[in-house]
């Protein structure tokens, strides 16, 4: 009886599964923009609920603090403190501070679009200065009575007013 070496066929099918497992298994990168992704959702929900709260339970005359202006001094302590970036951006063409609140660049701009047309979000990963950023723009809709003493022209719409653009250094 003939003696048969099956090592040529043991590394050609190890060979394989190593290929096939390569291909089907997320690269680092993926796996940092969908680390940041979720990291965001979890920012965004965290900072509308804020907004909203404040709104409902402390404006009572925007002319002296509304939920826009606490949201952004929420934001400006997170840059200050380097953790990310994130704008409250205006979508409709009444603004109080059009310099200040429209979208500011290509990105911002295109989120609009995206959002106005009935998209809830829209992003893309850039690189600045060798460092890599989840960029991710999320609609803010009316979803208060309240709202209205700011946006009274949206009062009965449903569709977004503004959006929170946010720029997120990709977490490793």
Same mark, same amino acid.
């Given at each position: 009886?003939?003696?048969?070496n099956?090592?040529?066929?043991g590394l050609?099918v190890?060979? @394989?599964?190593?290929?096939?497992a390569?291909e089907v ?5 993926d796996?940092a923009?969908?680390?940041?992704r ?9 900072y509308k609920t %804020?907004?909203? @709260? ?12 509304s939920?826009?202006s %606490? %949201?952004?001094?929420?934001f ?6 380097g ?5 409250l951006?205006?979508?409709?063409d009444v603004m109080?501070n059009?310099?200040? =609140?429209?979208p500011q660049?290509?990105f ?5 679009e995206?959002? @106005?047309?009935?998209e809830a979000?829209h992003?893309?990963?850039v ?8 960029r991710?723009?999320?609609?803010v809709?009316v979803?208060l ?8 022209n949206?009062?009965? =719409?449903?569709?977004a ?5 946010y ?6």
């Amino acid at each position: 009886m003939r003696k048969r070496n099956y090592l040529p066929v043991g590394l050609v099918v190890v060979g @394989l599964s190593l290929v096939l497992a390569h291909e089907v298994t997320i690269s680092d990168e993926d796996a940092a923009v969908e680390r940041t992704r979720q990291h965001v959702e979890m920012l965004d929900t965290l900072y509308k609920t %804020a907004i909203v @709260l404040i709104t409902d339970k402390y404006v009572t005359d925007p002319s002296k603090f509304s939920g826009a202006s %606490a %949201a952004k001094m929420m934001f400006d302590a997170m840059k200050e403190s380097g953790y990310h970036e994130v704008r409250l951006v205006g979508l409709t063409d009444v603004m109080v501070n059009p310099g200040i =609140n429209a979208p500011q660049d290509a990105f911002e701009k295109a989120a609009k679009e995206k959002i @106005l047309a009935g998209e809830a979000t829209h992003e893309e990963v850039v690189t600045v200065d060798g460092k890599r950023y989840l960029r991710k723009a999320t609609a803010v809709p009316v979803v208060l009575e309240r709202c209205v003493m700011c946006h009274g022209n949206f009062a009965g =719409n449903d569709g977004a007013i503004g959006s929170l653009m946010y720029t997120v250094p990709l977490i490793q």
